[in-house]
C-alpha cells in the first residue's frame, strides 16, 4: 500500500531485552517521525527525522531509547534492556518536509514481560 | 509550553445527533491546528486541518474552525453515524517547536444505532 508501514505490529518481550521497531514511511516523504502512546501519557514525540539526520530528539525519555534512519527512508528504533514502563504503542509518521500534515502508521504494540 | 485541552470523554450519542468536541490551545504566534481520529486497533489517521485563524477544515461531514480569539478548535458533525464511533484527538503544530505534533488527551466518541 501507499501509507506507512510499520513491523511487527505486536511485540512481546522480556524485561531486559533489547528491541527494534521498524518504519516504512510513505515513498517522498523526507520527514519522519516517531511517538509513543501509553495509558495516562497520552501521545508523546519521541524524534524527529528530516533525511537522515535527527534535528530533534529531545522526546527521547532515556539513553537506552536511540533510533537511525538510513537512505532517506527507513527507520529503526531501538529500546535495549526494555523496562516494564515502555510498554506501549509505538507510532511512526511521515510528511512531505518539516510543518507539512503527518501521516500515521498503525503502530507497533509493544509489551514487556 | 505549547499544550491542548481536550472535553473530557467518554461521549456516547445516538446515531444522527448533533456532536461538538471542544478543543482549546496554548501557543504563541500562529500554529497548524488538526484533528486526527483513531478507529479500534488503527493508527491516526488525519480528519481535518486549518492553517490560520478563521480558516475552516472539512472532511466526511466533520467541520472545525480556527478561532484565534478564542484559542479553540472545536469539532462539529451535524449527524453522528455509528461509524465515526472512534477516538477523537485535537492537535497542534509549531514549526519552531522542531515540527513535533502536541496533542490532546482525546476524546473516545460511541455512537449507539
Known amino acids: 500500500g501507499a501509507g506507512v508501514s510499520q513491523s511487527p505490529s505486536n511485540k512481546v518481550t522480556e524485561k531486559g531485552k533489547d528491541v527494534e521497531l521498524r518504519c516504512d514511511p510513505i515513498?517522498?516523504?523526507?520527514?519522519l517521525y516517531w511517538y509513543r502512546q501509553s495509558l495516562g501519557q497520552g501521545l508523546e514525540f519521541l524524534i524527529y527525522?528530516?533525511?537522515?539526520?535527527?534535528?530533534?530528539k529531545s522526546g527521547l525519555p532515556s539513553d537506552r531509547f536511540s533510533a537511525e534512519r538510513t537512505g532517506g527512508s527507513v527507520s529503526t528504533l531501538t529500546i535495549q534492556r526494555t523496562q516494564q514502563e515502555d510498554s506501549a504503542v509505538y507510532l511512526c509518521?511521515?510528511?512531505?518536509?518539516?510543518?507539512?500534515?503527518?501521516?500515521f502508521g498503525d503502530g507497533t504494540r509493544l509489551s514487556i514481560l | 509550553g505549547n499544550s491542548v485541552t481536550q472535553m473530557e470523554g467518554p461521549v456516547t450519542l445516538s446515531e444522527e445527533a448533533f456532536l461538538t468536541i471542544n478543543c482549546t490551545y496554548t501557543?504563541?504566534?500562529?500554529?497548524?491546528l488538526f484533528w486526527y481520529v483513531q478507529y479500534p486497533g488503527e493508527g491516526l489517521q488525519l480528519l481535518l486541518k486549518?492553517?490560520?485563524?478563521?480558516d475552516k477544515g472539512s472532511n466526511k461531514g466533520f467541520e472545525a474552525t480556527y478561532r484565534k480569539e478564542t484559542t479553540s478548535f472545536h469539532l462539529e458533525k451535524g449527524s453522528v453515524q455509528v461509524s465515526d464511533s472512534a477516538v477523537y484527538f485535537c492537535?497542534?503544530?509549531?514549526?519552531?517547536?522542531?515540527?513535533?505534533?502536541?496533542f490532546g488527551e482525546g476524546t473516545q466518541l460511541t455512537v449507539n444505532p
Open positions: 509518521a511521515s510528511s512531505l518536509g518539516h510543518g507539512q500534515p503527518q501521516h
Open positions: 515513498s517522498g516523504h523526507t520527514a
Open positions: 527525522f528530516q533525511g537522515n539526520s535527527a534535528p530533534d
Open positions: 501557543a504563541t504566534g500562529y500554529p497548524s
Open positions: 486549518a492553517t490560520k485563524a478563521d
Open positions: 492537535a497542534l503544530l509549531r514549526e519552531t517547536s522542531g515540527s513535533r505534533l502536541t
